[in-house]
């Protein structure tokens, strides 16, 4: 269960019912109208922030640990692995590996043979492959974003390294 309070004077808003075990995320969606929640029961829940009504489940076959909104407002993110279309609760995207999503829509995804590339959605084309900033082969990435003018890609890898790739020109 997670609950809504008003900031300013303490009052109980809301509470949304639904996860069969412990809320561990909570996140609202930046215009505020919707609220993430993950839980230990391996799913992702949508509600509408003012009423607290429920909107859909998201179910993953793994433990939750991350759930965002996209830049764009129109997915939702699982454990940077997984998308999902805010607008019906439908699996859009499933990556063998953390993904990210620029402001301006482009995605950086790792292709079929494990190299990260950027990816122009609306094209539906590779624009280039990112360059390793890994020096060991079992030293993976563990995290990668998007700067928020989305000129910026910053990955950092198991072993602490980490890198800043222009997200224009590779």
Known sequence: ???IWDAATGALLSTLKGHTAGVLIAKFSADDKYILTGANDSTGKLWDAKSGNFIFSMKINE???EIDFSPDQKQIIINNTKVWNKKDGTAAASYNGIF???????TIAPDDKGNYV???SAKQNILFTLPEVRRYQEDKI?????????????ETTKFGRSGAIDAVTG
Do not use: Q, V
């Not at 990210?100 to 482009?106: E, L, R, T, Y």
């Not at 563990?142 to 910053?154: A, G, L």
């Open 1 to 3: 269960t997670a609950k």
């Open 63 to 65: 433990r939750l640990n």
């Open 100 to 106: 990210a999503i620029s402001a301006n829509g482009k």
């Open 118 to 120: 950027l990816w122009d």
């Open 142 to 154: 563990e995290s990668i974003r998007f700067s928020k003018d989305s000129k910026t890609i910053i």
